[in-house]
């Protein structure tokens, strides 16, 4: 009898064991967030993070780095490493920085939060998300956030009357909640200015140069008309025609160039980045190629901002 008593138990703790585990590990681990619909890398604790061998080494998928970390490509550096998030509020970081999410390339809404230099920028201004220190002054200032369209804005709630200064409008979408994005629809453009409209009802006064690629002088056959606002100039613009290609990589683009998300971009490397003027050379592999973009950040802010009456 007492054997019988015995194996049941030997029995119900081979059952009970496991599933207090399973507990353990889900109370321990932090709900997943969402914000406007992006998903976030998980938290560990620095203690935690130092702990994994992968941490910060490079990479080229999530399969090689410990769990919960990702391989995220720095667009500071242009390299893929695995990290986490390395903070949650602005409490968490040191002075002069705050803590801000960015974006994974290639990744459909999701982000990691990081502490992240605050700059120069005013809100409305062209702006890096993720900067390194000599390049902090193309970062937003203090108390207002480069939204994924590349402009600085401050936070808003969305449907509330007054929430955003004239010119702005509360935009949803963004990994650091809604924000207010500049507009000039209805409004004059100071002389020599003309009203710029991006994507997801962003538009902005900038100073534009180039060819004008109105009707008057389209583009040539081939080509489309692409307006690129200025990191390097505030308040300006490049105006060009740009040649369409078809298969990432292929050979249609003429010498030098290089097929890049249906786009002829000039070629580069990361060895002489300095070969794109006032563009950035943006990785487009690990071995030190890229393609000339007009933000280090470009690839990694893919992502249309929504417009929200406010």
């Not at 507009?183 to 003309?194: A, K």
């Not at 613009?237 to 683009?253: D, I, N, Q, W």
């Not at 580069?268 to 190629?289: A, I, K, Q, W, Y």
């Not at 393609?291 to 280090?296: A, G, N, R």
Request: with cysteine.
């Amino acid at each position: 009898m007492k054997g019988r008593a015995v194996l049941a138990l030997a029995a119900i703790a081979l059952l009970v064991i496991p599933l207090a585990g399973l507990a353990i590990l889900w109370f321990r681990s932090p709900p997943e967030q969402v914000v406007e619909g992006w998903r976030f890398a998980p938290w560990l604790s620095p203690a935690e993070a130092r702990e994994r061998p992968t941490l910060l080494q490079p990479c080229q998928g999530d399969e090689q780095c410990d769990p919960p970390f990702v391989c995220f490509h720095d667009p500071r550096i242009q390299q893929r490493q695995c990290t986490g998030t390395g903070c949650e509020s602005d409490s968490w970081c040191p002075p002069e920085t705050a803590c801000r999410a960015i974006p994974l390339r290639g990744r459909d809404r999701m982000a990691l939060r990081t502490c992240a230099h605050e700059g120069m920028r005013k809100e409305g201004e062209r702006c890096l998300r993720f900067v390194q220190w000599p390049m902090r002054e193309r970062a937003c200032g203090q108390g207002l956030v480069c939204a994924v369209s590349g402009w600085c804005g401050r936070r808003c709630v969305p449907g509330k009357e007054g929430t955003c200064a004239e010119g702005f409008f509360c935009s949803r979408g963004d990994p650091d909640g809604p924000l207010c994005q500049p507009t000039c629809e209805g409004r004059t453009c100071p002389e020599g200015q003309e009203c710029v409209r991006w994507e997801g009802g962003v538009s902005v006064c900038l100073v534009v140069y180039g060819r004008s690629c109105h009707d008057d002088e389209p583009c040539p056959e081939g080509t489309v008309c692409e307006m690129e606002p200025l990191l390097t100039l505030v308040g300006q613009a490049r105006r060009s025609c740009v040649r369409t290609c078809g298969l990432e990589g292929a050979e249609s683009c003429l010498e030098g160039f290089v097929c890049h998300q249906g786009r002829c971009r000039p070629r580069c490397s990361l060895t002489r980045p300095d070969s794109c003027g006032t563009r950035f050379c943006v990785s487009t592999d690990d071995e030190g190629n890229g393609v000339c973009l007009s933000s280090p950040e470009q690839w990694d802010m893919a992502v249309e901002p929504a417009r929200d009456g406010g």
